[in-house]
């Protein structure tokens, strides 16, 4: 043995049963620093990092800034809007647009309707929805497909293009033309039309022409119910989307858990109730935020469903539109940029409490559709 | 004896209902409520635009109603009144058509960062998903009643929707020059630069389909990813031999979806619709209701070849 092998040896200082303390030369810290950060893979990394947050920064930004700016114009106080100095942060805080919009317009009904309406649709179409995706996704019948493709067919043809026709059908609500028929009308059915001497005979209805009531059928504009009805038929606004998540989530639902429950004696419904059900509660509640906050910022239905101006919603409401008249005209020389953050600021309140909702969901939208199994196949 | 005998044969009947097609009848019941709504709701509502579509009302007289034999789809384009239409239309469809890349790319692109194990996930995503909840056009809306505000060009506050002439992010001449070596035709510039400024509009239309690539990101297995590390695959090899075949249904799935969400967007050519207004007053309904219908039938023929073209590179991992 030669000498600088046992040089080279860790020296044992003190030994313990458990501890042991070595002497040992260790690497210049130069040196260490050298081959931990000043190599190429370590700058390739460093780079892509960089860029990376500034991606994510941009377009959080591109995202965040109109509520950014809109939010620091509705806290400034009048006599910012006359300083040319001031353009994002507010100089004197205020909070006079939001009183004023509180007090002077019936912020707290449309705010209490739009809840109302936002959260029975909601609840509605989530159940509804995963009711006919299980169907959809865990039996083999006749017309699966093709039902299948109507769904997805129900969600192409866009709503727009039928208006007219959903605004007629909800004015005068009328299930095979039973009303008509009972009120002398004759047979009508999918546009099909025929009357003669003795169906007109038949008019148990009379002429009833009441508020809800017409000899065409049941008046249900200025109502909650075409959404009620559109929701419990999974035909509302994007029902097809929400159909097609559920259904791609409880096609991963293995099959072994119902054959199961099934040999447990545990019928179809209450297979579906006390077990498909509780675990598919991630996936229901993004439904639920999708159909809960579509619904409340949905502002083509509302218009479809309330004629005039008796819309007790949010969005067809006074609120973002008319200006409060306490402070129209507080900022003489600069009125239109007073006037727009005025309805920006009503605008906001009109969004605000969905975006508390979501800063508090947003956990579990995200968790709800990666967890969703969604494979597209 | 007899009375016997009958009761075993309706036993034996009552036995003969196989698992199957119980489970068929439960299928039905599951699906009822939708073909409920199908029937009585659905359909009425989309027979009775058809029918406004085909059916001209008689000039003097409220409720007559006069078969017009495919007029009407005839005269949204040829009718004195209707110049606009085809412009208006091919404007709209073509928006879609340069919509789909871009919003496709962008929502894929930031999904795969978002998919990455980076700090600030969490914020980031919550910030993302914004626009899903306002994809409705709130934020537009909003805008729009703020459209005669002379905010943005007086300097005060921007309301960063890139609207205004100031606000435009970037300038072709400033690509122009960037990409001087390259030769790029002033269409392609066209296209990069308009869809730069338009990015908000883009982040803002690409929150579900964020959400879907997320999620089937996802659902790739980590094994794979692991595999090919170990044969020394680069990230962008993995990138387009892994992560890209295995998220091509999804990219099927929101072009359809983008396509879908487009027609909730105000168009050229809705509001060209919804503006109508003929000499002919008693056409008015059925040419407007014909030129959606049109609208309609040419934006489902261009979904139709998109899903036969990408159905063709969809990688589908498991082979029914």
């Known amino acids: 043995m030669n000498t600088s ?22 690497t210049s810290f130069k040196e260490r620093f050298k081959a931990k950060f000043l190599t190429l893979t370590f700058l390739k990394k460093v780079v892509w990092i960089i860029v990376r947050y500034i991606l994510l920064i941009g377009v959080a930004y591109i995202v965040l800034f109109p509520f950014f700016s809109k939010i620091s114009s509705s806290l400034m106080a009048p006599s910012d809007f006359n300083d040319s100095m001031v353009r994002l942060i507010p100089k004197n805080f205020s909070v006079d647009i939001y009183k004023a919009i509180f007090t002077e317009q019936e912020y707290m009904t449309a705010f209490g309707n739009t809840l109302l309406l936002s959260l029975s649709t909601a609840l509605i179409q989530t159940f509804v929805c995963s009711f006919i995706a299980y169907g959809f996704a865990k039996f083999k019948f006749k017309g699966n497909k093709i039902l299948f493709a109507l769904v997805i067919l129900t969600m192409i043809i866009p709503h727009r293009t039928l208006q007219l026709a959903i605004t007629n059908m909800f004015a005068n609500f009328d299930i095979l033309g039973i009303f008509s028929f009972l009120s002398g009308g004759g047979i009508s059915i999918f546009g099909f039309e025929y009357n003669n001497e003795f169906l007109s005979s038949i008019n148990i209805l009379g002429n009833i022409d009441s508020k809800v009531f017409t000899p065409d059928g049941v008046r249900l504009v200025n109502t909650f119910w075409p959404y009620i009805i559109l929701s419990i038929t999974g035909l509302a606004f994007k029902n ?60 083509y239905y509302s218009k479809v469903f309330f004629t005039g101006n008796n819309a007790p919603l949010l969005l067809t409401s006074e609120i973002g539109k008319e200006l409060p008249s306490s402070i129209k005209d507080l900022v003489p020389n ?7 953050a005025i309805r920006t600021t009503g605008g906001l309140m009109i969004i605000a409490p969905l975006v508390v909702i979501y800063l508090f969901c947003q956990k579990y939208l995200v968790q709800g559709i990666e967890r969703s199994g969604l494979t597209a196949d | 004896m007899t009375d016997m005998l009958e009761v075993k044969v309706k036993k034996k009947r009552k036995k003969t209902v196989s698992l199957d097609k119980k489970k068929a009848r439960a299928g039905w019941i599951f699906v009822l409520p939708f073909i409920i709504g199908l029937v009585f709701v659905y359909f009425p509502i989309v027979f009775e635009s058809l029918e406004q579509s085909l059916f001209y009302k ?5 409720t007559a109603r006069v078969f017009n034999k495919f007029a009407s789809y005839y005269e949204a384009f040829f009718n004195a009144d209707t110049s606009g239409f085809a412009q208006a ?72 929707s890139g609207s205004s002439a100031a606000g435009e992010i970037v300038d072709a001449v400033d690509l122009q020059k960037f990409f001087n070596g390259i030769s790029l035709t002033d269409g392609m510039l066209k296209y990069v630069t308009d869809a730069i ?27 794979i990813y692991e595999s ?79 899903v036969a073209v990408l159905s063709a590179y969809t990688f589908y991992q498991k082979k029914k």
Do not use: H
């Not at chain 2, 982040?203 to 389909?209: A, E, K, L, P, T």
């Not at chain 2, 990138?239 to 396509?259: E, G, H, Q, R």
């Open chain 2, 228 to 306: 090919v590390q170990i044969d020394g695959a680069s990230a962008w090899e993995t990138f387009w031999k892994i992560t890209f075949p295995m998220i091509s249904p999804m990219i099927l799935v929101n072009a359809v979806y983008t396509v879908i969400d487009a027609f909730t967007v105000d168009s050229t050519v809705m509001t060209y619709i919804s503006t109508l207004k003929l000499t002919e007053v008693e056409k008015t309904t059925a040419i407007s209701t014909a030129m959606s219908w049109i609208y309609f039938l040419l934006v489902i023929a261009i979904l139709g070849i998109l």
């Open chain 1, 5 to 26: 092998n046992v040089d080279s040896k860790p020296k044992i200082r003190k030994e313990t049963k458990n501890k042991i303390k070595v002497d040992f030369e260790r």
């Open chain 1, 240 to 299: 097809g989307l929400y159909i097609f998540l559920l259904r791609q989530f409880f096609m991963g639902v293995p099959d072994e858990l119902e054959e199961s429950a099934y040999i447990d004696g545990s019928g179809v419904f209450k297979t579906f109730f006390t077990i498909i059900l509780p675990i598919s509660i991630p996936m229901m509640i993004t439904v639920f935020l999708f159909s809960f906050s579509w619904c409340w910022t949905d502002i």
């Open chain 2, 58 to 62: 008689v000039p003097g007289d409220a």
């Open chain 2, 89 to 160: 239309l091919f404007t709209s469809v073509g928006e879609i058509i340069l919509d789909i890349p871009m919003i496709l790319l962008f929502s894929l692109f930031m999904a795969v960062l978002l998919n990455q194990k980076i700090g600030g996930r969490a914020v980031f995503r919550a910030i993302f998903f914004v626009p899903v909840i306002l994809s409705t056009g709130i934020m537009e809306s909003i805008d729009a009643s703020a459209v005669l505000d002379t905010m943005s060009n007086a300097g005060g506050i921007d309301d960063g």
């Open chain 1, 334 to 340: 600069n009125i239109s940029k007073w006037q727009t």
């Open chain 2, 197 to 223: 400024n338009d990015i908000f509009n883009i982040v803002n239309r690409s929150g579900v389909q964020m959400l879907i690539f997320l999620a089937g990101l996802q659902s790739i297995s980590p094994a």
